[in-house]
C-alpha cells in the first residue's frame, strides 16, 4: 500500500530572484520502507529545474537536471541518492529553480510513501546500474617517468562524472575506461552528491585502479571540485564554508573550469583553495594563454591540476585528455591527495605525451626531443634528448610546439 503527496505551482522569476533552491514538505510516517519522488514541468522557453531531498538527519541526495525522478529505500537508492532507513517526519524535495523564462515555470510533483520497498520497486529497478563489466583483459603498461626515490609519477585526471549525476556510465564502466586509457588513478566528481563514493573501493579493486573520492560542488556562478573522502558538502553555503569544511576533513579544495563560458568561476572567496584546474578539456586551442592568465590573476600559488570532465562519448574528452600526473609514496587514494598538497603534479596533453615536471630548482622534460620550453617571460630554451633537465626559474613553465601549442605545463 502506498501514500501519496502532491504539489503544484508555478516557479516564478522573482522566487528564482530570492533563492536558487525552493523546499516541498513530504510527510514520511513511521515504518516506512521506501519514499518514490517524481516532478514534472513545462519545459518551454528554456526552463531547467533540478532535483535533490533532504531527510529529517539531513542530506540524501542530488541529480539536478539529470533526473525527474527517484526511489530511496533502505537497501537501495536511484544514483545519486543514499540508501538507508526513512525516518519519519518531514522529509524536504529540493527544488533547484536554475533557468526561470519571463513567464514561470509550472511544476508537479508527486511523492509515494510505502511501507514495504517491493511496492516502488519496479520503479527503484528501472533506475539500479546493470552488472559490472569484466576486467580488462588488455591494458597499456605502466608509463614509468624519472621519480624520486620510494616515489613513482602515477597518470590520473581529478575530474569526471557517472550515473550518479549526469554521466553516462557506472563506477565500474567508468573505471574500466580509465584503466584502458593506462590512467593509474581517478577521482570520481559527481555533482553536489556523494552516493558515488560507497562503490569506489570495490570497483578499485576489481580493476587495479586507484579511485580518488570527490565532489564537484555545483552552482551557477562557479564549480569546484572537493577531493577525498571528505563527506557531503553542502552547496547551498557560500565557497568560503566549501573550503573550510573539505580542509577540516583533510582534503582538497580545486576551483574548476574557471574560464568556461556559462560556467566560469565568479563566486568571491576571502581564501583561495590549494588546487585551481588550469587545464580542463575546454581549452580548444592550446597556444591561447587564457589558462595562465586566469591562474596568475587568480592565485600564482594555486597548485595547477587538470580534468577530462568526462561525461559521455562525444560530449568531452575522454579521460586523461588532459593527463594529471602526481609523484606518490604508495597507490592509495591518500597518497595521490598527499603528492596535490606537495606540489608534486605535472600534467600533460596525453599520457603518452611529453611531460614537463619540476626537480629542486631544475626542470626536467621528459620525452620532449626538440620541443621549446617557456617560463614567465616566453620561450627560453630548448630541448635536447629523451629525458633534459634545464634551468627553472619560479612561475609556470610549458613545452610548446613549432605552433606554440602548449603539450605539458607545470607549476
Not at 68 to 83: K, M, Q
Not at 322 to 347: K, N, Y
Request: one cysteine or more; glycine letters at 12%; hydrophobic letters at 40%.
Amino acid at each position: 500500500m502506498t501514500d501519496s503527496i502532491r504539489h503544484t505551482g508555478r516557479w516564478t522569476l522573482e522566487e528564482r530572484f530570492a533563492s536558487p533552491w525552493h523546499y516541498l514538505p513530504v510527510e514520511v510516517p513511521p515504518g516506512t520502507g521506501a519514499l518514490r519522488v517524481e516532478l514534472d514541468y513545462d519545459r518551454g522557453d528554456g526552463a531547467v529545474l533540478d532535483l535533490g531531498c533532504f531527510g529529517p538527519g539531513g542530506f540524501r541526495g542530488w541529480s539536478g537536471g539529470a533526473r525527474e525522478s527517484f526511489v530511496i529505500a533502505r537497501d537501495a537508492a536511484t544514483p545519486g541518492y543514499l540508501p538507508g532507513e526513512l525516518e519519519a517526519g518531514t522529509w524536504q524535495v529540493v527544488i533547484g529553480v536554475h533557468r526561470v523564462p519571463p513567464d514561470g515555470v509550472g511544476y508537479r510533483l508527486t511523492a509515494q510513501t510505502a511501507r514495504a520497498a517491493a511496492s516502488l520497486r519496479p520503479a527503484l529497478e528501472e533506475t539500479l546500474a546493470p552488472l559490472a563489466p569484466p576486467a580488462p583483459a588488455d591494458r597499456p603498461p605502466r608509463r614509468v617517468l624519472p621519480a624520486q626515490p620510494g616515489m613513482r609519477w602515477l597518470a590520473g585526471d581529478l575530474h569526471s562524472h557517472t550515473v550518479h549525476s549526469d554521466g553516462k556510465l557506472t563506477v565500474p564502466e567508468l573505471a574500466v575506461l580509465a584503466a584502458t586509457r593506462g590512467l593509474d588513478f581517478l577521482a570520481v566528481t559527481d555533482h553536489n552528491t556523494i552516493s558515488h563514493h560507497a562503490e569506489l573501493a570495490a570497483a578499485s579493486r576489481r580493476y587495479g585502479i586507484i579511485l580518488l573520492p570527490g565532489q564537484e560542488v555545483t552552482t551557477d556562478g562557479g564549480h569546484a571540485g572537493a577531493l577525498g573522502d571528505v563527506g557531503w558538502i553542502d552547496f547551498r553555503q557560500e565557497p568560503d564554508a566549501w573550503l573550510d569544511a573539505t580542509e577540516a576533513a583533510g582534503g582538497l579544495l580545486s576551483v574548476n573550469h574557471p574560464f568556461a563560458g556559462p560556467v566560469s568561476w565568479t563566486r568571491p572567496m576571502r581564501r583561495r583553495p590549494p588546487l585551481i584546474e588550469a587545464w580542463h578539456w575546454s581549452w580548444l586551442d592550446l597556444r591561447w594563454t587564457t589558462p595562465l592568465s586566469w591562474w596568475l590573476a587568480w592565485d600564482p600559488a594555486a597548485i595547477p591540476v587538470g580534468g577530462s570532465d568526462w561525461h559521455r562519448p562525444g560530449s568531452d574528452a575522454p579521460p586523461g585528455h588532459p593527463t594529471t600526473w602526481v609523484e606518490c609514496e604508495g597507490d592509495q587514494p591518500g597518497d595521490v591527495l598527499d603528492g596535490l598538497r606537495a606540489g608534486r603534479v605535472a600534467i600533460s596533453a596525453e599520457r603518452d605525451g611529453p611531460v614537463l615536471f619540476r626537480r629542486d630548482d631544475a626542470l626536467v622534460a621528459v620525452d620532449a626531443d626538440g620541443l621549446t620550453l617557456a617560463g614567465p617571460q616566453g620561450p627560453c630554451a630548448r630541448v635536447r634528448g629523451d629525458c633534459a633537465t634545464l634551468p627553472g626559474s619560479p612561475g609556470p613553465h610549458r613545452l610548446l610546439d613549432p605552433a606554440g601549442a602548449t603539450l605539458a605545463l607545470c607549476g
